[in-house]
């Protein structure tokens, strides 16, 4: 039988990072209606280029060997985790994020990149525009009206700024175990942006 992993593509988080999220999590948590967000551990949270859903583990390599080809051609760039928000509006918040920045163009193109090595693998380009974002909580699909409103309501009040800015020097393939405590992630290839730019 054919062994399956549920698999995506990602860049991963340093510990500071990790950190002013728990930070932001904390500060959220307590003023926040009782049971309205599931929120998510620090160490799960991940910048998401590209989601490829259920893979044969036999297809590994190829995803592999196509995640280095697309970041070859990219040097290492900085990009800013900061400010808060939610999707799809404060109004009718169904989850809550820490934006990412990256104003030169950099962050897009990679995943761009990435987008272009494994559609021949016959994983689609996704066709919605790219939202890079932190995902710190999903509301509860039974939380009531009035509180999702005033959830809502915090997150638009709640100013914050620049949390840490970090080198994105690396791609990685990434597996999620879906588990009665949650979702498990294990990072199973790191794909690292070319060290120097091209003399």
């Known amino acids: 039988m054919t062994e399956i ?10 510990s500071e990072v990790k ?18 967000v599931r929120w998510v551990q620090p160490d799960s949270i991940h910048l998401t ?21 697309a970041v070859g051609n990219h040097a290492p760039f900085p990009v800013t985790a900061g400010g808060l928000g939610c999707f799809p509006n404060a109004r009718r918040p169904r989850v809550v ?4 920045r990256e104003d030169a163009g950099a962050l897009e193109a990679l995943r761009g990149s ?8 016959g994983f689609p380009t996704e ?26 309501g915090l997150i638009s009040a ?19 175990e879906l588990k009665p405590t949650g979702a498990v992630y294990t990072a199973l290839y790191h794909a690292a942006l070319r060290s120097r730019p091209d003399v």
């Open 127 to 152: 066709n919605r525009p790219f939202t890079p974002h932190l995902t710190l909580g999903r509301v509860n699909r039974d939380a009531s009206r009035s509180d999702v409103q005033k959830l809502g």
């Open 49 to 69: 280029l590209k989601f490829l859903g259920d893979v044969p583990v036999a297809r590994r390599d190829e995803l592999q060997a196509a995640l280095q080809a």
């Open 5 to 14: 992993w549920r698999l995506f593509i990602a860049l991963e988080l340093p």
């Open 158 to 176: 709640t100013a914050l700024g620049d949390l840490h800015t970090w080198p994105v020097s690396a791609v990685s393939l990434m597996r999620s």
């Open 114 to 121: 990435v987008e272009q090595q494994v559609a021949p693998l």
């Open 19 to 36: 950190d002013g999220l728990e930070a932001i999590r904390a500060r959220l948590a307590s003023p926040a209606p009782p049971r309205t």
């Open 97 to 100: 994020w820490v934006g990412i």
